[in-house]
């Protein structure tokens, strides 16, 4: 019965939040969360570049908890070019696969990013060479999530079609 749950979208969207909100749903031990930032970042010190070792060890860590019957989610920027390949592997290894893609104006984004401690660090500049619009991935319906939504609705939304799916 696995299922993955793919949450795309551009820094300050509110990925993050949502998945870790979605995973407190579950019992213990029967959801995991798979951050792009914790394992390009923290676990790789690494670059987003092409080629980068984070892509790899982002399927690897997915496919081992698929094997085990867990809900996977996979958040993060995730860039269609990069990540798009990836992600049609890990879903097509999953029984379920559950697309959602944050779409925000570049606006929206900065309104959003002033409202966490990162701010204080990370420049408007930063984020307008990080922010990349609407990327649709080629293999997959995405759910697209637009300023309209509020965090417990896209959270109440991903946990309802996880459970209509298993």
Request: net charge neutral; aromatic share 8%; with cysteine.
């Amino acid at each position: 019965m696995s299922t993955v749950v793919v949450i795309r979208g551009n820094s300050a969207s509110g990925k993050s939040t949502v998945a870790a909100a979605v995973q407190r749903r579950f019992r213990r031990g029967r959801c995991v969360v798979i951050p792009q930032d914790v394992v390009r970042r923290q676990m790789m010190r690494e670059s987003d570049t092409p080629g980068g070792f984070t892509v790899e060890l982002i399927e690897h860590i997915a496919a081992l908890c698929l094997s085990r019957g867990l809900v996977v989610i996979v958040e993060g920027i995730l860039d269609a070019d990069r990540y798009g390949a990836m992600l049609e592997r890990v879903a097509a290894a999953a029984r379920t696969a559950l697309f959602y893609s944050f779409d925000l104006t570049f606006e929206e984004t900065l309104r959003r990013h002033a409202g966490r401690p990162q701010a204080a660090t990370i420049p408007e500049s930063q984020m307008a060479l990080w922010f990349h619009g609407w990327q649709p991935l080629s293999f997959a319906a995405e759910t697209r999530i637009d300023e309209s939504w509020g965090a417990d609705e896209i959270v109440e939304r991903i946990h309802r079609d996880i459970t209509a799916a298993r």
